[in-house]
């Protein structure tokens, strides 16, 4: 296996927090991180000529504003999406089971305040299950 990493870039979210004031890749801003924020990171690259690109997210301190209960329901929302996924279907059909799931919890990844809080896969589609290129831990660790 031969990998490539393109990009690797980071992120804070909360509902009070400023707008970054630095755009891709960064997404940066100069206030502090504090207690309650989700911190995220996006990677890209590509592993034997496939592209990827995944986020992982994980909630510092107490999770005041609900952030990781956001952060299971955008898992949730992909895994059904990478589920629906066998060879023959549409991008729109296996679009539709992750977003029923997230209607079926009140569509809260829509809410605003946590649009770069993120949980992504990159898959391979294959003549069985999809391939899951994002390896990494679905969630951070604490130190």
Known sequence: MRGVVARVFAGV?????????????????DAPIRERDVFCIDMSGSVDGHVYD??????GGSDV?????????????????VDALPPGT??????AAGYAVMEDAGDTLRDGWFDRGAFEHSV??????????????????GR
Not at 13 to 29: I, K, L, V
Not at 90 to 95: D, F, H, T
């Open 54 to 59: 995944f986020s992982r997210s994980r909630v």
């Open 65 to 81: 504003h609900g952030a990781a209960e956001a952060l299971a329901l955008a898992q949730r929302v992909v895994e059904s999406t």
């Open 13 to 29: 979210c909360a509902p009070d927090r400023p707008s970054p004031t630095r755009a891709f890749p960064s997404y940066a801003d």
């Open 124 to 141: 391979v589609i294959t003549d069985g299950a999809p391939e899951i290129l994002s390896v990494a831990p679905h969630r951070f660790s």
């Open 90 to 95: 549409s991008v729109a059909e296996a679009a």
